[in-house]
């Protein structure tokens, strides 16, 4: 029997109770947690959002916790009007079935609440043992290694470029492109996957794959949509006797006539963005997902300025998505513009969580900007962040020397400024000085829907 099962359980578990609980002033936004049937069971790390509705500091107070439960709370209590979280280790000691309820008090009632957890554990993870995460300890450090989905054609076994990758579990989802490989790496953690694979010209498919240390990495084969061919029209000749001219045929080719670039008619997919005044565009959006860029004046409209601008670049334009909090990540590899409703897609579903670390990020940025770079065209990383940066590693001058550095290479840099951080702002917009791009905060939904197309095009100006 494992003695220790690990939190931070990141196996799928099933539906959660949706519905708000009013308690006496404190909104519980969830109350339940149902696993359901789990198989590689690892206890997790649970959080519950609470919302303070009164007018008065409400405290979480001291629990009885029983065996199988950990419990975490804001010391400082939770303000009026603000939401704070709840964390709750559950631990079930053995398999089978469980049914328990965790019982909280907080200051504005006499009565308690209750937090309820169920489901069934049919297995343990054999990696459980290794990391027992507790509140007592806060130098638990996550086990985490490179999970790696390729997908391949069925038959040829070669890799596919830009499959859609969708990696679920529970109601959580991530959507990444594979690279040119056909291959998507990113680091995660012991857990049950949900994979939905879809590719140009192949059958989507639909698998599960549990990941750990050992089966860490899977291969995905995609099989090609059938192609119809028309049947050949039957030809019925009435006349079978062969005619042969008793006479040389000249053969003639019709004399080629030099047309003059400047005047031949080029069809535009944009006439207000035309090809013949506009150079192409290589942009790499760079894109805070942090816990600070939750709300309607942040990622809610830095969504409808990149879906506007999207909408409005040529087949010729390239775009790349990177996001980052804890990690950056390529969401998007290379991607024409053509491909619109793919990458609105994308932008539609990011998310906000974690911290936010824009030092290494932006260094991954340009070395994929520097990879797609195009020769006479407009290569640029637009970053896009409410400007509060964790570990940037090196100083801000130093970053501010190697944005420089960059921008003497061609490759440019501009900023898109969300929210009221000040502070933040100030240093994003010494970037964009330093990478000789622009900057832009972007306050409301109008100018989300017009000052980021305007930048492009007067950047891309032959």
Not at 32 to 54: H, I, K, Q, Y
Not at 360 to 387: P, S, W
Not at 420 to 446: A, C, F, P, W
Request: aromatic share 10%.
């Amino acid at each position: 029997m494992i003695k220790c099962v690990c939190a931070v359980f990141l196996l799928l578990y099933g539906l959660n109770s949706k519905a708000q609980l009013n308690h006496d002033g404190l909104i519980i936004h969830r109350t339940a947690s149902t696993f359901g049937e789990v198989e590689f069971w690892v206890s997790r790390v649970d959080s519950f959002l609470v919302t303070n509705s009164t007018n008065k500091t409400i405290y979480i107070l001291k629990q009885m916790i029983p065996r199988d439960f950990e419990f975490k709370a804001p010391n400082l209590g939770i303000a009026p009007g603000k939401t704070s979280i709840l964390e709750v280790i559950y631990d079930p000691r053995a398999l089978g079935k469980f049914k328990e309820r965790l019982k909280v008090y907080h200051s504005a009632s006499k009565k308690p609440f209750y937090l309820n957890f169920e489901g069934i554990v049919k297995s343990y993870d054999s990696f459980a043992k290794m990391a027992c995460p507790s509140f007592s300890s806060p130098s638990y450090q996550k086990q985490n290694f490179n999970m790696v989905v390729n997908v391949i054609d069925s038959l040829t076994k070669e890799p596919i470029n830009k499959a859609l990758v969708e990696l679920s579990k529970g109601e959580d989802f991530q959507q990444f492109y594979t690279d040119k490989e056909g291959s998507l790496s990113r680091k995660s953690h012991l857990g049950l996957f949900f994979i939905y694979t879809e590719a140009d010209g192949y059958k989507s498919k639909k698998i599960e794959h549990y990941f750990n240390q050992q089966r860490r990495e899977i291969t995905i084969t995609l099989v090609k949509k059938e192609i119809i061919i028309p049947p050949a029209e039957l030809i019925v000749i009435e006349d079978k006797k062969l005619i042969i001219k008793d006479s040389l045929e000249i053969l003639t080719r019709e004399e080629l006539v030099y047309i003059p670039q400047d005047i031949i008619q080029v069809k535009e997919e944009n006439n207000d963005f035309p090809l013949m005044k506009f150079s192409e565009n290589n942009i790499v959006f760079l894109i805070d997902v942090s816990s600070s860029m939750r709300g309607e004046d942040r990622l809610a409209l830095l969504k409808k300025s990149m879906i506007q601008l999207i909408y409005m670049l040529r087949s010729v334009d390239k775009v790349t998505i990177i996001t980052y909090s804890d990690e950056a990540q390529v969401v998007l590899s290379s991607t024409s513009a053509k491909n619109n409703e793919d990458i609105v897609a994308v932008i539609t579903g990011l998310k906000a969580s974690g911290s936010t670390y824009g030092g290494k990020a932006i260094r991954k940025a340009y070395k994929v900007l520097k990879q797609e770079f195009l020769i006479g065209g407009n290569n640029q990383v637009i970053l896009a962040t409410d400007g509060g940066f964790n570990g940037l590693g090196q100083s801000e001058r130093q970053l501010n020397g190697l944005v420089r550095r960059k921008s003497d290479q061609g490759l440019f840099f501009s900023t898109l400024a969300f929210g009221k951080n000040k502070r933040g702002k100030e240093l994003i917009e010494e970037l964009s000085v330093s990478g000789r791009g622009n900057y832009l905060y972007i306050t409301s939904e109008e100018s989300a829907k017009k000052v980021l197309g305007e930048m492009i095009m007067e950047q891309s100006v032959r």
